[in-house]
């Protein structure tokens, strides 16, 4: 009888905390209407700058600021001709690329001077330097250093975004906590183990954080790159069109960039986001 | 569950302070847990009952004395992977359901992976949470945690579980049921425990054995056994409370005796 009192209590407990996943989960409706609402707040912005952009043509000259809907279709030529793809894909190229290797030396890096006093201040001083280093100028070191070639856009983009990565890891692997690797420890965790299911997850909003900076950096610098004598790639046609004076031309590859990008970091990157840190209730502070 | 309990033989433990000088912390302490039953270690906030239970597992080294797990399979000085551990706050792994949390205790104690769905099952079904075994644990209450917790410990179906003040972050009553249900738990496995906590009436009614430390630093005081057997015991019993009375005096004479000296 005392047993059976004992589970049912339990039960009840864990009743408890069915019912407050159901409040968090449940009503559909309310899921669908705020996800609505978010979505039309973001294209109600971008509307909003396309509003701005109209009016400010109605009073200077097209080839000053050319008419929205006339770059749209500049756009449009653009992406119907193939050229896009080529040129787009050869700056994804270098930016995925130059974004990867800074990403494979950096993590290490930035867990070891984040575990290891010594490390951390042998290292320090550079990385520091590094992050206060503009992108322009790595820009124009590499291409001296490695020539115009696509070795050079690598290396630019790579060690622009370097030090920031390793730094957003390094002060993450600080906070990591230390009650979670004793437990490790008294468990008996194997060192890989150690690093795959109890610090990197630690570290995943750090390094989600630092390659959307990273991507916004390596971005800039492989148009600039491109700009020094390369013969494709998006920051080359921005070149040709300024080569011409055509303001069209540099704002339709701008718009095809900038929508590349916002595809990147919304959809990727934001769907990257939402399934390592499904985990994690979301701090919802103004919903009642 | 084979014969298992904990031989600590004159434990010393100093810890240098940030000016440089030792602090002793441990005092040659010895003590027998019981055998297959629950001891729980009794004494103040601070006097090292965290450390000694973490030298026990082999977070911390001693700077003298031995710590032995005896057993069927014969004295363990090293410490052995036979432990399992429960802490105060739950320390799971939140990125991780409750069932990865179990399998993180077992991948690391090396249990073949074809006993790990069984073990899950019937461990989690023992602290009543089969059901949320798919959950991640940011989704479940503070006592749900620390029962998962509790699971962990289980699991790795140790010979000694090392428990440090489970329940004394939860509310009063999640606390009390917790209580009810881990001594009924470890008694159904027979689980050799040792319990840290500084609460004279959760000792009473978990410890089989009771070893009261002195403050820092510590040595044992005092070391009694609990005449009412693990599921006979009720808060509101005479008998409980006798023995309640009992514990809570040889608290207040060893706290006059360390006023006097
Ligand atoms: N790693 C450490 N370094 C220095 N002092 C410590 C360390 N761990 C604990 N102490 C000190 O040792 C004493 C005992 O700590 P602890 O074992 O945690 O006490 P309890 O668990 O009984 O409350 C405390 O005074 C604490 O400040
Ligand atoms: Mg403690």
């Known amino acids: 009888m005392a047993q059976q009192q004992k589970t049912l209590s339990v039960q009840a407990e864990a009743a408890a905390g069915a019912g407050s996943l159901g409040a968090l989960s449940g009503a559909g ?3 669908a209407r705020e996800a609505a609402m978010e979505i039309g707040l973001r294209v109600g912005s971008i509307a909003t700058l396309i509003l701005i952009w109209w009016a400010l043509s109605l009073f200077f000259p097209p080839t000053l600021i050319p008419r929205p809907w006339d770059t749209f279709a500049e756009v449009a030529e653009i992406v119907s001709t193939g050229n896009f793809f080529a040129e787009m894909g050869a700056t994804l190229r270098r930016v995925a690329v130059g974004f990867a290797i800074a990403m494979v ?17 042998f290292f320090e001083p550079p990385v520091i330097l590094g992050l206060t280093m503009p992108g322009l100028i790595w820009a124009v070191l590499m291409i001296m250093f490695f020539g115009l070639n696509e070795t050079s856009a690598y290396a630019a983009v790579a060690v622009t975004i370097f030090p920031m990565l390793a ?10 906590d230390k009650d979670l690797i004793d437990m490790s420890k008294a468990f008996h965790a194997r060192p890989w183990s150690k690093v795959v299911d109890v610090i990197l997850p630690q570290l995943v909003s750090h390094i989600l954080a630092a390659v959307r900076y990273g991507l916004g950096l390596a971005w800039k610098v492989v148009v600039v790159v491109e700009m020094f004598g390369f013969s494709n790639g998006v920051g080359y046609q921005v070149v040709r069109g300024f080569n011409v004076f055509s303001m069209k031309t540099v704002l339709a590859w701008t718009i095809t960039f900038l929508v590349v990008m916002i595809v990147i970091e919304f959809g990727i990157i934001g769907w990257l986001e939402r399934v390592v840190t499904q985990w994690r209730p979301r701090v919802e502070a103004w919903r009642r | 569950m084979d014969m298992a309990y904990v031989h600590v033989d004159g434990a ?4 240098s302070r940030e000016d440089g000088a030792g602090m002793l912390v441990l005092d040659h302490v010895s003590f027998d847990t019981k055998e297959n039953g629950v001891t729980c270690l009794l004494g103040p906030s601070g006097c090292g009952k965290s450390t000694l239970l973490n030298a026990i597992s082999g977070l911390e080294r001693l700077e003298q004395g031995r710590v032995e797990v005896v057993s069927d399979h014969g004295r363990a000085t090293t410490l052995s992977p036979q432990l399992g551990y429960v802490f105060q706050d739950p320390r799971l792994l939140n ?3 409750v069932e990865d949390n179990l399998i993180f205790a077992l991948k690391g104690m090396e249990v073949p992976q074809a006993e790990w769905k069984e073990r899950i099952h019937k461990y989690l079904g023992m602290v009543g949470l089969l ?3 798919k959950q991640y644990p940011l989704y479940l209450s503070g006592g749900m945690r620390q029962r998962v917790g509790l699971a962990r410990g289980l699991v790795i179906e140790p010979e000694v579980l090392l428990m440090d003040e489970p329940f004394s972050k939860l509310d009063q009553f999640t606390a009390r049921k917790l209580r009810e249900d881990t ?10 425990a040792l319990l840290v906590t500084h609460d004279v009436e959760e000792a009473a009614y978990m410890g089989d054995r009771i070893v ?4 820092r630093p510590a040595h044992v005081a005092e070391i009694l056994d609990n005449p009412l057997p693990p599921l006979e015991r009720e808060l509101d019993d005479f008998g409980f409370i006798e023995f309640k009375k009992r514990l809570l005096q040889s608290v207040l004479k060893l706290m006059e005796e360390e006023v006097r000296a």
């Open chain 1, 29 to 31: 409706g309310d899921r």
């Open chain 1, 105 to 121: 030396l950096s993590v290490p890096l930035g867990i070891l001077m984040g575990t290891l006093r010594s490390l951390e201040s």
């Open chain 1, 167 to 176: 730094i957003s890891i390094w002060q993450g692997t600080k906070s990591i």
């Open chain 2, 12 to 15: 010393v433990k100093f810890f």
């Open chain 2, 95 to 97: 990125w991780k359901r």
């Open chain 2, 131 to 133: 059901e949320f075994r």
């Open chain 2, 183 to 192: 001594l009924a738990i470890c008694a159904r496995l027979r689980q050799t």
């Open chain 2, 212 to 215: 009261i430390l002195s403050a």
